[in-house]
């Protein structure tokens, strides 16, 4: 049997680890790890690393057995700093535990004394004190007591069956995903809001945890309305401050009533949670005693209404329904000592005489009255089976009552009970949803809970079963027992003012009335003290940042600023003064929240991430989509105009915290779907080549970068935003010359720094940094493997190598060249921005001027499409487009210049056309004196590369005669090396050959100095340049006013012998231009449009006599020809 020694590890007393999917882990950090075994063989040498201080398995002074185990993980002692033991980290997650910001903690911190002497209590609640209780306590509110009879009136039995059915299912699948998200992990203190920022990410976080924080606090304001009404309808209604003069202000007066009472109850019930949370929390039982003895004496009443209804006689005129709080006896007249006397009614509807004064209504029916509570065995079920909506202002009448229709006087209509509202079955939706909310509340306690994974899921859902159950049940029973009249009247005016729900309880009305206040002013307090935490919770993740005031408050923790913001916020709510009001506004925040819940299991568990392990395994996406799809079209049959508020509210704080950059990462959801969809859009694009519809320039900007890091022309990165105005594909790369594992560190910095300019100038793109031992190598592998699939660049734009003339070493020029002839390899359009930092910054604007095209030849149509795209730019939008080729002498340049204008006709771009007509002239002198200056030149260079040679091989002969090794640096190019020393080879010294070398380079200066005056331009050379310098001529005439001048960059010889010449040309070519576009375009075509082919065959006839590109491939022109002969 294998035998194991468990080590004790010192417990560190520390607060702010990072956590991952709730679990703690160490910190090993220099300083704050320092426990450690006195006999640990493995220690510290202060540079990170460790080492033994005992190198032999016998030493006598090691006695105990951790040290080997120390020494059996001598393989991994250098790392034990970032990677520790099994045994420190089961230790750690053994002694975890979930702090909460709960009610609990901060009831601890109220009290110095309490504090110091005690430690926090180890989480002990079960599943029944822990999640199934508060799940009660939180779903049965106000609404079932005030208006779920309103409600069955209202809608029969069978359609408000239907609602609280729908309500009901729509909670039990928010809380199976519920179970999923919270048995994923632990789940602290913020509930839903944890649950939904952890799963869709910071920003859908935020909005929707703003949103139910809303929800809550107007639940608070609900609530609190809510006992109020009790107070002034039931308990006090003599406390009323506004009274009615004329019936019609019966309803202006009780708002108002409710506006003053509800304010100073809010004042109230703020000040209790502020002075202390241990009371609310003390009173929390006592609420949900209130609760479920008023529950218990409800169905005592129906059983006992069986045998025995209770006596709630309702007055009736004709088959209308009489306020029987007005008048006392329920008949016209009655018998007083053998006389007829007329009653209080009479005297309501009559005034002087018996019969010519009184309402002809009341006249023409009789008075009587009816069982307001028939039973349960009455049979009444099956007049309440069916809906009776009303518009406000209609009548209570009783459809089975016989009644003479006459017309009545309006000073009577305070008699008779009326509806005050109008009803419809979307809006009762709105007003009962409340009723189901409240599922939350066990997944807030979970820091409080043993099992937290086992009990959340329990006792939720066995809540939500019960209080289904009952509202269900109870649907059935009001329906069956109480009277039709009686159940739509919503105040209780038709049983002397009392609570409809009350009458059928037993022993007393009053035993619903006290403990209907009382849980309604429980609740209220319970939101009023769980909105602030909400709102601090979101604060202190720092997601929304106006809002981070909010997460400061008094030293125990308590929320003082956040309570006084819901207390403000509740203050609007009780201004609204109506409970049928408030009520479909917290339906659409609650709503919402459980919409987002659902979506957040739907979309982990479609997912299939490999965190997604819940340990409630009674769930499938399916359930969390109906329960969604049911949450989102609830929203809108309660009120679609609340949903849309509702929608917008959550959609600009998404925008506001996704615009501010939330700086949370908590692998979320959203961040997989957005992965998931980005692989499907590749694999779309992988499936064929991109159309020419569809082609724009997906830019690869190449940066240089100094020696500090910064960046050398970050105006490449203000044309690139110009260009691309958010649109398409950006990468902006650049090259650190050295060796990865050495330069990892600089190349993290220069990455940041890029980014950095990148936001700056508002350039949506990626950013990628190579570090290569040789420059020209790492610009190659940097251009052949950016981008992924079909989003790979097909534009690279670099810039021009300034002071290459002065500068002595070739590399200048030669990786520009290098880069030219590796974008034409990889078929890459390339543009090089020439004097760029003239070029405008994005806060400039160009009010006029021309962005002027020289259509030297044909690319693809690149030159067309740049202006384009440029003019798409605040930047330049004002500018026009000019566009200009040229014309033999042989050609009909008029012909030419109409052909021109119906090709940008087809291409749907408005431009000016000019013809140039260049007439042969022979060579100057000034060309021939250029050419020749730029042939000395390059030979001097030369020669100066060589003499550089000769002082290397006299270093070389030195160094190998003391038998020393020539230092070689790892940075610099080998091809580069060669081409700067040619003649540099490996040879073995002798004394011959060190003399033949010395006179070499003594004779080698005059003779290439002959050389030099002697020398004669190659006629090729010539014509290049003859041909550069009539084209500046040409370009600087037309175009030395425009803004931006565009034209064809000639590709380099394929001899590179002739890269310096090459340069010249350019250089020529663009003399005088103050910002200068070279373009160099693909073959593929890039512009959508059909053109004649004669056109196009007359151009490519005049392209072909410019020398200039006589190194251009023929290719250039025989893909164009076969391309005209297709169309």
């Not at 339906?587 to 819940?597: A, K, P, W």
């Not at 240089?704 to 950006?730: C, I, W, Y």
């Not at 936001?759 to 950013?767: D, L, R, Y």
Request: net charge neutral.
């Amino acid at each position: 049997m294998h035998q194991f020694t468990v080590v004790p590890v010192e417990e560190q007393h520390t607060s702010d680890y990072d956590s991952l999917e709730g679990l703690t882990w160490v910190d090993y950090r220099e300083g704050r790890y320092c426990s450690r075994d006195p006999n640990d063989t493995v220690s510290s040498d202060g540079h990170g690393y460790h080492k033994e201080d005992s190198p032999f398995l016998n030493n006598a002074d090691s006695s105990k057995g951790n040290e080997y185990y120390d020494r059996n993980l001598a393989l991994f002692e250098e790392e034990l700093d970032i990677r520790p033991k099994v045994s420190s980290l089961l230790s750690r997650l053994a002694n975890y535990t979930n702090i909460t910001q709960g009610a609990k903690e901060h009831e601890e911190a109220e009290s110095a004394e309490i504090s110091k002497k005690k430690t926090p209590k180890s989480p002990s609640m079960g599943t029944l004190m822990g999640v199934y209780l508060p799940c009660l306590q939180n779903i049965f509110g106000v609404i079932l007591f005030l208006r779920l009879t309103w409600l069955v009136g209202i809608a029969g039995v069978l359609q408000s069956f239907c609602i609280v059915f729908m309500c009901c299912c729509c909670t039990m699948l928010t809380a199976i995903s519920m179970s999923a998200i919270a048995t994923n992990g632990v789940v602290p203190a913020g509930g839903s809001y944890f649950m939904i920022s952890r799963s869709l990410g910071p920003e859908f976080g935020g909005a929707v945890g703003l949103c139910f924080y809303l929800g809550t606090t107007f639940a608070g304001a609900m609530y609190i309305l809510g006992a109020i009404e009790i107070l002034l309808a039931y308990i006090v209604p003599k406390a009323a401050i506004f009274k009615p003069i004329e019936p019609h202000e019966e309803t202006t007066a009780m708002l108002n009533n409710m506006r003053i009472y509800g304010t100073m109850f809010l004042t109230l019930m703020c000040l209790v949670v502020f002075i202390g949370v241990k009371y609310v929390n003390k009173f929390a039982s006592l609420f949900l005693g209130c609760v479920i003895i008023s529950i218990f004496s409800i169905y005592v009443g129906v059983i006992k209404s069986a045998v025995q209804p209770p006596e709630f006689k309702i007055c009736m005129l004709g088959n209308r329904t009489l306020s029987r709080n007005l008048f006392d006896v329920c008949a016209k007249t009655t018998i007083e000592n053998n006389t007829i006397v007329t009653t209080k009614l009479w005297d309501m509807f009559c005034t002087k005489n018996i019969t010519e004064s009184c309402d002809e209504y009341f006249v023409q029916n009789n008075v009587t009255e009816i069982q307001g509570i028939p039973g349960v065995a009455s049979g009444t079920i099956k007049e309440n089976l069916w809906s009776s909506y009303m518009t406000k202002g209609e009548m209570l009448e009783k459809k089975s009552l016989p009644s003479v229709e006459a017309p009545g006087s309006r000073k009577n209509l305070a008699v008779y009970v009326y509806a005050d509202i109008t009803t419809t079955f979307t809006m009762l939706v709105g007003i009962f949803f409340p009723s189901v909310t409240g599922i939350m509340a066990g997944s807030n306690r979970s820091g409080d809970l043993k099992d937290a994974q086992k009990s959340i899921p329990v006792g939720t859902i066995l809540a939500i079963a019960t209080t289904s159950l009952i509202y269900l049940s109870s649907v059935i029973l009001f329906g069956a027992c109480i009277e039709d009249v009686v159940l739509r009247d919503k105040y209780g005016d038709a049983v002397m003012k009392n609570l409809v729900i009350g009458t059928l309880a037993w022993p007393s009305p009053w035993v619903i009335v006290i403990g209907s206040f009382f849980s309604t002013c429980g609740a209220g307090l319970q939101s009023l003290t769980g909105a602030p935490r909400l709102l601090q919770a979101i604060a202190k993740d720092n997601i929304v940042p106006f809002l981070r005031v909010f997460g400061n408050g008094k030293v125990n923790g308590e929320p003082t600023w956040a309570l006084l913001l819901t207390a403000i916020i509740a203050e609007f709510g009780i201004l609204i003064a109506s409970l049928d009001m408030v009520a479909p506004i917290l339906s659409m925040f609650f709503l919402m929240c459980y919409l987002f819940v659902n979506l957040a299991c739907a979309v982990q568990t479609l997912l299939r991430t490999p965190n997604w392990r819940p340990r409630f395994k009674y769930y499938h996406w399916s359930l969390s989509f109906i329960g969604m799809s049911m949450c989102l079209a609830l929203m809108f049959i309660s009120s679609w105009y609340y949903a849309l508020v509702a929608t917008v509210i959550a959609g600009m704080i998404y925008k506001y915290i996704e615009y501010q950059g939330a700086e949370k990462e908590w692998g979320d959801g959203i961040r997989g779907l957005s992965l998931s969809a980005a692989r499907y859009a590749l694999l779309r694009l992988e499936e064929g080549p991109p159309h020419t519809k569809n082609w724009r320039p997906q830019l690869l900007v190449m940066l240089k970068l100094d020696e500090d890091l910064h960046v050398k022309h970050p105006r490449l990165l203000t044309f690139a935003s110009q260009l691309k105005a958010g649109k398409g594909l950006t990468i902006v790369g650049s090259i650190i010359q050295g060796n990865f594992l050495e330069n990892y560190g600089e190349a993290q910095a220069a990455e940041q720094t890029i980014k950095n300019l990148m936001t700056i100038e508002k350039v949506k793109g990626f950013c990628q940094v190579v570090v290569s031992s040789k420059v020209r190598e790492g610009i190659a592998h940097l251009i052949q493997s950016c981008g992924l699939g079909g989003m790979k660049h097909n534009t690279v734009v670099m810039g021009w190598p300034y002071g290459w003339r002065q500068s002595e070493d070739p590399r200048a020029w030669k990786t520009f060249i290098d880069t030219v002839r590796v974008t034409t390899a990889g078929h890459l359009a390339l543009l090089v921005p020439k004097n760029v930092s003239f070029y405008p910054s994005n806060l400039e604007r160009f009010t006029e001027g021309h962005i002027d095209v020289w259509w030297i030849v044909h690319d693809g149509g690149m030159l067309m499409l740049l202006p384009f795209l440029l003019r798409q730019h605040k930047v330049w939008k004002k500018c026009k487009m000019r566009i200009f080729t040229v014309a033999q002498m042989d050609d009909n340049s008029i012909q030419m210049k109409k052909d021109l204008a119906t090709f940008l006709y087809h291409l749907r771009i408005e431009a000016e056309v000019e013809v140039v007509e260049m007439h042969s002239s022979d060579i100057s002198a000034y060309t021939y004196e250029r050419t020749l200056m730029m042939e000395q030149r390059s030979q001097m260079l030369r020669q100066m590369r060589l003499s550089k040679t000769e002082r290397e091989r006299e270093a070389q002969l030195i160094k190998d005669r003391n038998s020393l090794i020539h230092p070689t640096n790892v940075y610099v190019d080998e091809e580069e090396m060669m081409y700067m020393y040619p003649d540099k080879i490996q040879m073995t010294w002798t004394k011959e050959k060190c003399e033949s070398e010395r006179n070499r380079g003594r004779t080698s200066t005059p003779n290439s100095f002959r050389e030099l005056i002697s020398i004669k331009p190659d006629q090729s050379n010539v014509r290049r340049m003859h041909t550069a310098v009539k084209l500046n001529e040409v370009i600087v005439n037309k175009s030395h006013d425009s803004k931006l001048v565009l034209l064809n960059m000639p590709g380099p010889p394929k001899n590179q012998d002739g890269d310096e010449n090459y340069m010249e040309f350019l250089e020529v070519l663009t003399e005088g231009l103050e910002r200068v576009l070279l373009v160099r375009g693909v073959l593929s075509k890039v512009e959508s449009a059909v053109f004649p082919c004669r056109n196009e065959l007359k151009i490519i006839r005049i392209i072909i006599w410019w020398n200039l590109f006589e190194w251009e491939d023929c290719a250039h022109v025989q893909s164009l020809m076969l391309a005209c002969q297709w169309w």
